[in-house]
């Protein structure tokens, strides 16, 4: 089984900088695509950023030139860099990881880990 752990969540003023950081965990031989997603109150879920196994990242347009998305692939581990946050950042930050391999041929579904808050706030 493949588990995803975030942590570095936290209340932080308007301008502040959080990282975030996503560990996959289990039998694992390769992840092509990681990323965070959020959802605030009230809100569907979106997209936020992701980046592939070779380095290509996409971003939501509202958080570019403040968040940087990177990855370390030995450790299976994603992280979100987020500067200058605002209020309307506020959500609940979910990682993902999908295409999943825990053996050469062996895909298994996306995975999604626990989701961990974020308040920007003073």
């Known amino acids: 089984q493949v588990q995803l752990v975030e942590s570095g969540g936290g209340l932080v003023q308007p301008g502040g900088s959080l990282r975030l950081s996503c560990a996959a965990s289990?039998?694992?031989?390769?992840?092509?695509?990681m990323g965070w997603y959020r959802q605030a109150p009230g809100k569907e879920r979106e997209l936020v950023a992701t980046?592939?196994?070779?380095?290509?990242?996409n971003y939501l347009d509202s958080i570019k030139g403040r968040f940087t998305i990177s990855r370390d692939n030995p450790k299976n581990t994603v992280y979100l860099q987020m500067n200058s946050l605002k209020p309307e950042d506020t959500a609940v930050y979910y990682c993902n990881a999908d295409g999943v391999y825990r053996t050469m041929y062996w895909r298994i579904p996306e995975v999604w880990g626990q989701g961990t808050l974020v308040t920007v706030s003073s």
């Open positions: 980046i592939t196994s070779g380095g290509s990242t």
């Open positions: 289990g039998t694992i031989f390769s992840i092509n695509l």
